[in-house]
């Protein structure tokens, strides 16, 4: 069974705004696109920037350290799809934001 996890109410992420949640020791960038929900690895594969500190425009947030600009529904690097941020499975359950956490981006146990 999948485990989705609370990172989010809906009204704390307005539509065109995004957020870093910690979850499970894992930094998640959450975006709201016109009130559909995007979570994706926090780290820019850059330099390590927040991503969840971005300026969203569209479905693209800016990296906030050089500017990278990323894809929230894909996690590709726009222009460059060799750079790829991993993403999140996520759904809405009333009012919350729930997602899970991708083996990829969970520490070794
Ligand atoms: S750390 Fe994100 S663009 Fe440099």
Redesign the pocket.
Known sequence: MTDFVKVALRHEIPPGTGRTVEVEGVGIAIFNVDGAFYAMDNT?P????P?GEGKLCGTEVD?P????KFDVTSGERVGNPNFHVTCCEVRIQGEEVQIVIPPALKEPA
């Open positions: 820019c850059h330099a390590g920037g991503l990296c350290w050089h500017g990278w």
